[in-house]
């Protein structure tokens, strides 16, 4: 599974816990993009100008330890992702 495969499945699984995603700059200065709550919504916003691996880990930073995920079928490699980005 390449990158791009990561990153669609992680924002479809984003998007089904009820996070809305949107284009945008990161509002740390980091690249990537960053996750934000707004009037008691979380939005991750993912600036399109950074790497695949950038926005890659700034999604699966913003997914990794919720609990709701653990009673979820992931695949290996993407519950991997998850486990590694919540260790940083």
Do not use: W
């Not at 200065?29 to 880990?57: C, H, K």
């Amino acid at each position: 599974m390449d990158e791009y495969e990561k990153l669609r499945l992680l924002l479809d699984l984003a998007k089904s816990l009820g996070l809305a995603v949107r284009p945008g700059p990161s509002s740390d200065g980091a690249g990537g993009g960053s996750l934000v709550r707004l009037r008691g919504q979380e939005i991750l916003f993912l600036d399109n100008r950074s790497s695949v691996t950038d926005r890659l880990a700034v999604t699966a930073q913003a997914l990794s330890g919720r609990p709701e995920l653990e009673e979820m079928y992931l695949s290996p490699e993407i519950r991997e992702l998850l486990e590694a980005s919540g260790q940083g």
